[in-house]
């Protein structure tokens, strides 16, 4: 995919597509609680016709890419290997015009290691996670995409059917199959659930621990959240480690009615902030 093409997509139905939905709509423009930052009124405009955003709170607009780059702090390759990875049904659905549309690249993982490469301790490092407390948890992968014989690196992390969700200063992405992560700890009537995995490997390095003490689910996307609701009854206490967004509090309130006893500990540790990486990266 190139920028031309990326740019193409819907803006609103792309959002749509992570769980992102307007709050309201004046005119020809969507108007949303910012995805780039953590707020309660919306002041983040999508304009339909022109296919491009304005943030408001932070005077930031442009095109589909330069959301992404903002969104998952990525570079314009990682923006487009992003984009590349959605599914061709939803592509389809939320394009406005006719363009070409070609299938997704497939991510092949040529080799898995400990995660010894510099450039991906330096991006843990960066993000204020300490490597010494992550090891037990995540890994090197080598990869490749589609047709291309150049190999990539990234951070790696294990979920229940053997696919990984793949990290690094550029990309943010999953292999097949995307599944949610189980991880046992010592208690097993207790239950932290995270969001995503970078957002648990910011909790080990606050809490200064290389092993949780009781059970862990990382989602891996909140679309996952349903995998687990019928597990809920059998534990004594579930803390939820989600982000402080849109998707994030809904995604807790599904699961407190369910269990109203489930602890929204992101609104105890980290109220001002989106996610638990972005409060330990304020702290140091």
């Not at 992550?134 to 995409?145: F, I, L, P």
């Amino acid at each position: 995919m190139d920028c031309k093409s990326a740019n193409e997509i819907n803006i609103a139905g792309f959002l749509m597509s992570k769980g992102i939905n307007p709050n309201k709509t004046v005119g020809n423009s969507f108007w949303y609680c910012s995805p780039i930052r953590n707020e309660r009124s919306p002041s983040f405009k999508v304009n339909r016709d022109k296919n491009i955003w304005y943030d408001f709170g932070t005077n930031n607009g442009g095109s589909l890419i330069d959301l992404v780059c903002r969104m998952y702090h990525v570079e314009v390759p990682g923006a487009l290997l992003i984009l590349s990875g959605v599914s061709v049904a939803d592509r389809i659905s939320f394009i406005d015009r006719r363009v070409d549309i070609s299938p997704p690249a497939r991510i092949r993982i040529m080799q898995i290691d400990s995660l010894k490469n510099k450039a991906l301790l330096q991006y843990l490092i960066n993000r204020k996670i300490n490597p010494l407390f992550t090891s037990r948890y995540s890994a090197e992968v080598t990869y490749q995409v589609g047709s291309n014989v150049k190999s990539f690196f990234a951070i790696g992390f294990k979920n229940d059917q053997g696919g990984y969700e793949l990290r690094n200063k550029y990309i943010k992405l999953s292999t097949s199959p995307k599944d949610i992560t189980t991880i046992e700890g010592r208690n097993h009537l207790a239950v932290n659930i995270f969001e995503g995995f970078m957002d648990f490997l910011s909790a080990l390095t606050y809490f200064k621990t290389d092993r949780s003490g009781c059970d862990t689910i990382v989602l891996n996307g909140v679309g996952f959240v349903k995998r687990i609701l019928d597990r809920l009854p059998g534990y004594q206490t579930i803390n939820l480690f989600l982000d402080n967004d849109k998707a994030g509090l809904e995604t807790a309130d599904q699961i407190q009615l369910i269990r109203p006893d489930a602890i929204n500990r992101s609104m105890i540790i980290y109220p001002d902030f989106k996610d638990f990486n972005d409060f330990l990266k304020s702290r140091y």
